[in-house]
T-cell receptor
């Protein structure tokens, strides 16, 4: 009953450092995505994937990389952290078929601070 | 492209009073509509969704929403709120066809239930 698991829960980075936020789901969902949440701006889509080997950019992709080598995992890489990337990051997954059951399952988030 | 406007950033209400959280959307194609709730320091949880059919949708925790296509609205209502309903609520929209099911979120409404 794990759902979507995000690690770490908290992270502090120095400007210029790189890191990977991990996301794993055990529901065999084809669709996975990364969002960032900033006060007063709701959630904004960074990158998404409709299946293993297929990724695409969302609304705010700059400074982030993704890959999808397996159905279960969808890591988000920060190439060179900047203070503007201080945010709460959420991973979400969904079926891409069967609209009756369509809905996103969210992870509990990673709170990232870049100093 | 789709967009979502949540008309109130903060809604204070007394316990046992009714509440309505307003959401308007913009889209040139058919959409699915969602309401998510986020409790402090947690991820998002699906409250309810409109895919098709009856325009009145019932969700968890006694919430319901009504889809109004002519007014492009999807307002969330609860007849009697509890302290435990204090949370941030997000309205979201997705296109209703295609394999890329990314959600577009509104900026959120903080509901605070007062004793």
């Amino acid at each position: 009953n794990a759902g979507v698991t995000q690690t770490p829960k908290f992270q502090v980075l120095k400007t210029g450092q790189s890191m990977t936020l991990q996301c794993a789901q055990d529901m065999n969902h084809e669709y996975m995505s990364w969002y960032r949440q900033d006060p007063g701006m709701g959630l904004r889509l960074i990158h998404y994937s409709v299946g293993a080997g297929i990724t695409d950019q969302g609304e705010v992709p700059n400074g982030y990389n993704v890959s999808r080598s397996t159905t279960e995992d969808f890591p988000l890489r920060l190439l060179s952290a900047a203070p503007s990337q201080t945010s709460v990051y959420f991973c979400a997954s969904s079926y891409s078929g069967d609209s009756a059951s369509y809905g996103y399952t969210f992870g509990s988030g990673t709170r990232l601070t870049v100093v | 492209a789709q967009s979502v406007t949540q008309l109130d950033s903060q809604v204070p209400v007394f316990e046992e009073a009714p509440v309505e959280l307003r959401c308007n959307y913009s889209s040139s194609v058919s959409v699915y509509l969602f309401w998510y709730v986020q409790y402090p320091n947690q991820g998002l949880q699906l409250l309810l969704k409109y895919l098709s059919g009856s325009t009145l949708v019932k969700g968890i925790n006694g919430f319901e929403a009504e889809f109004n296509k002519s007014q492009t609205s999807f307002h969330l209502r609860k007849p009697s709120v509890h302290i435990s309903d204090t949370a941030e609520y997000f309205c979201a929209v997705s296109v209703s066809s295609g394999s890329a099911r990314q959600l577009t979120f509104g900026s959120g409404t903080q509901l605070t239930v007062l004793p």
